[in-house]
């Protein structure tokens, strides 16, 4: 080989070896800058976006409401819970009444007494809610309720069971006669209904007889029939259910405000005043 052909060869290979660098390098800068194209334009939309709702990106779901949008939903809801209409005192009509402390009707008439407390709580009225009838000068006059006439009727009922050792000594004037229907009342507000039925058997519960002598209310528990008379469970059980609830009906009555005392070993209850 030629000494010309010697030198050739190494010439164009470190020729070829440049051009071939020079390529890649031209081809890696071309994709740099279309990498950061692409990148900046991806981020501008999302800057604009956050830009326009003020928040950040992972809070764009709220920030799609207009401003204000979720308050305006809601305060309907919280001003219909909070404020109900509150009626003008009207004349006459019967039905629950707001009165301030000299009788005067504020607001009503209201359909029950839940009306007229809400009322009450929503307007901030001093005032209390009484049932009646306001007359032209704005006084209500007092009328029972419904629920107070249902009550007086399943009182009056409870106190047709009372034995027969009262009808010498129930008198409408009678403070002992006050009393026995207060212990009465409040027996039966507690659930405990009074012994005594039309056809002489028991079915138990609470025996109310007089004690004139100590002037009070002698109180105490009747069993079943069929538990104290008959002992179908036997004697002991009687004897258990007896005890248990002389003492709870004591703890019952002086918790209710009674002047509770207890009779000898008997485990009845005196009942002398209500405090």
Do not use: C, K
Not at 22 to 37: D, I, K, M, Q, W
Not at 140 to 164: C, K, M, N, T, Y
């Amino acid at each position: 080989m030629t000494m010309s052909a010697m030198l050739w060869w190494p010439a164009v290979t470190l020729l070829g070896f440049l051009l071939f660098t020079g390529l890649v390098v031209a081809l890696g800068a071309s994709s740099t800058a279309r990498y950061e194209f692409e990148r900046n334009g991806a981020r501008q939309p999302q800057r604009s976006g956050a830009a326009a709702y003020g928040a950040h990106p992972a809070g764009s779901r709220a920030g799609r409401r207009a401003p204000g949008a979720a308050e305006a939903q809601e305060q309907p809801q919280a001003v219909d819970v909070a404020v109900r209409p509150v009626p003008a005192p009207t004349a006459g009509g019967t039905g629950w009444w707001l009165i301030d402390e000299t009788g005067q009707a504020l607001a009503g008439p209201f359909a029950d007494r839940v009306d007229a407390d809400w009322a009450a709580l929503a307007d901030e009225l001093p005032a209390v809610p009484v049932h009646g009838s306001r007359g032209a000068d704005g006084a209500v006059a007092l009328r029972p309720s419904p629920e107070e006439r249902a009550w007086l009727a399943e009182l009056g009922d409870q106190l047709d069971r009372i034995p027969a050792e009262w009808d010498g000594l129930l008198t409408d004037t009678d403070p002992l006669t006050t009393l026995l229907v207060e212990v009465a009342a409040a027996l039966v507000e507690a659930g405990l209904p009074l012994d005594g039925s039309p056809e002489g058997a028991s079915a138990g519960g609470v025996s109310l007889m007089p004690e004139p002598t100590e002037w009070g209310v002698l109180v105490s528990w009747r069993t079943h029939d069929r538990l104290g008379l008959h002992q179908a469970r036997g004697g002991a059980a009687s004897a258990t259910v007896q005890h248990s609830m002389n003492a709870a009906i004591a703890e019952i009555l002086m918790n209710l405000g009674f002047v509770v005392e207890p009779l000898g070993g008997t485990g009845a209850s005196l009942v002398t005043a209500l405090r």
